[in-house]
């Protein structure tokens, strides 16, 4: 029998998303946004003492590895020629930290995640003097046998190091810090060549050796390229691990009076512009939901979430403020901690699973609040994604709590979708238009508010009584009586040392300008 036909698409797209939680890798047609196939695996969480927060990088490395092959298999069962794949994007989980011995490539310790705690004395003790980073690109080009040690401006812009403004590392910033500059990446832009795929024969994914790495954002500046957030104003939501409002300043960097964070959204092109946004961070949203499942039993699976809340539809004066790592936007408040409060005799799980989500919606409407107030212009909608987006008791939820209509897209992997669109409109690549006229209409599923205003206004004002509660629960101990481990000496800035640079890690490849 004849070898059936491959089936011939056009240019193809891969994304690397690299999670706190999940790997994903996700082939996109370039032509019309469509979404052809994926694999996922999820990432351990270790910690190892009360608000320490690490993951094994070999395994993150290695679920980017089997997340590309089993992708790539996927689509052979298709007949989709994986030949077409023209460019590969990396967005990844920005700040959290790896060191790695520069010889060797062997990390020289867990990757410390952007939710840990240890630094907390180290930040008190630094904040009286004054009035890290993850490479993924660095290992799929070759790692130590000539692999490409850079990162994006998205991901530098989140160390602390960086000037936002030059847009290069800052001098007196790692001086400040103790950080030795030569260590740290060549910053490039979000769009551009940055090497080849190089990766061990002994892995299937080697089909994919060659082909360029073109694309690196960090995961909320992805997510709002693939909103398409090209205009001032224009923000969106991404419901992961935590929760990440971002908005949209344009060329201009806006400074926050209300606990948001100016950071860079996306240089598309070493020639093209900055970009700047405004962020609002919730430290804790999916993963209230992974507590449930790993520290209570509540539920089995992540899903199960949803069918809990559904059979009660109210939490019934149950509030869940989950600081399991303090208060991020915009209290800024490290010595709070999760509690659930209103309890009763009637109380059920499936009373805490609803006050878990709406524990999701309240701080989103927190950070959305300090966002209007900056901008100035309040958001007539909010533009969602991510995975929670799924479960329609939330997103309905969250609409309710703001008072305004949610919108989220049909195909919920944005953040994928942005760091493919980077890839494949980058210069030498080219198969991607970001041109307005040229991007893909999206089909929006639209959840309008059903309470009255009154009612939501009742709920979030009895919400801000219990985050009051959750606060003043832990005091830090100075450096010198806490831990003797040689990580709470270590300065601040070698742990936030952004996270494009360490875990995706790419080779250099000669001839690569």
Not at 190 to 205: F, N, P
Request: glycine share 8%; with cysteine.
């Amino acid at each position: 029998m004849a070898a059936s036909k491959k089936a011939v698409l056009g240019p193809l797209v891969g994304a690397v998303d690299q999670g706190t939680s999940s790997t994903r890798f996700l082939v996109f047609n370039s032509k019309t946004a469509e979404l052809l196939s994926h694999h996922q695996v999820e990432i351990k969480q270790e910690f190892p003492r009360e608000g320490w927060v690490e993951q094994d990088p070999k395994e993150i490395l290695h679920s980017v590895y089997e997340c590309i092959e089993k992708t790539c298999e996927k689509l052979g069962q298709l007949n989709i020629d994986i030949s077409n794949i023209k460019a590969i994007g990396v967005s990844n989980q920005r700040e959290t930290t790896v060191v790695w011995d520069k010889i060797t490539g062997e990390p020289l310790y867990n990757a410390v995640v952007w939710l840990d705690l240890r630094t907390q004395s180290t930040v008190e003790s630094l904040s009286k003097r004054i009035p890290g980073n993850n490479n993924f690109v660095k290992s799929l080009t070759g790692g130590v046998n000539g692999g490409v040690h850079c990162t994006d401006v998205t991901n530098a812009s989140r160390t602390m190091l960086f000037n936002i403004h030059s847009l290069e590392w800052d001098k007196q910033l790692c001086e400040f810090f103790g950080i030795p500059m030569e260590i740290l990446p060549n910053v490039r832009s979000s769009s551009e060549i940055y090497g080849l795929m190089k990766i061990s024969h002994s892995v299937k994914a080697g089909a994919l050796e060659g082909v360029p790495i073109s694309g690196c954002l960090g995961d909320q500046s992805a997510a709002l390229v693939g909103q398409m957030c090209f205009q001032i104003g224009q923000a969106k939501n991404t419901y992961g691990t935590g929760c990440f409002l971002l908005c949209n300043t344009g060329h201009k960097c806006v400074f926050s009076d209300h606990g948001l964070l100016t950071t860079v959204a996306y240089k598309l092109g070493r020639d093209k512009p900055v970009y700047y946004a405004l962020e609002g961070s919730v430290a804790i949203a999916g993963a209230v939901i992974r507590w449930l499942r790993d520290n209570l039993g509540i539920i089995k699976t992540s899903e199960e979430i949803e069918k809990l809340a559904k059979e009660v539809g109210t939490s019934y004066g149950c509030y869940f403020v989950p600081a399991f790592s303090g208060l991020y936007a915009p209290y800024w408040e490290p010595s709070a901690r999760g509690i659930i409060c209103g309890l009763t005799q009637f109380t059920n799980k499936c009373h805490i699973a609803f006050a878990a989500l709406e524990a999701v919606c309240f701080q989103t409407r927190e950070i959305l609040d300090a966002m209007n107030r900056d901008c100035g212009i309040p958001l007539s909608h909010l533009q969602v994604d991510g995975g929670m987006t799924s479960n329609k008791i939330l997103m309905q939820l969250q609409a309710d709590i703001l008072y305004i209509p949610v919108v989220k897209p049909s195909m919920p992997e944005t953040t994928a979708l942005g760091a493919a669109m980077a890839a494949g409109a980058a210069e030498g690549v080219g198969v991607w238009s970001l041109e307005p006229e040229d991007l893909s209409a999206v089909t929006m599923e639209r959840f309008e508010p059903q309470i009255n205003a009154e009612e939501s206004e009742i709920r979030y004002s009895t919400w801000k009584k219990a985050v009051m509660k959750s606060m003043g629960w832990v005091t830090t101990q100075s450096p010198e009586s806490g831990d003797p481990s040689i990580f709470c000496s270590l300065p601040l800035g070698f742990f936030i040392v952004s996270s494009m640079v360490m875990l995706i890690g790419a080779r250099y490849i000669s001839g690569i300008p």
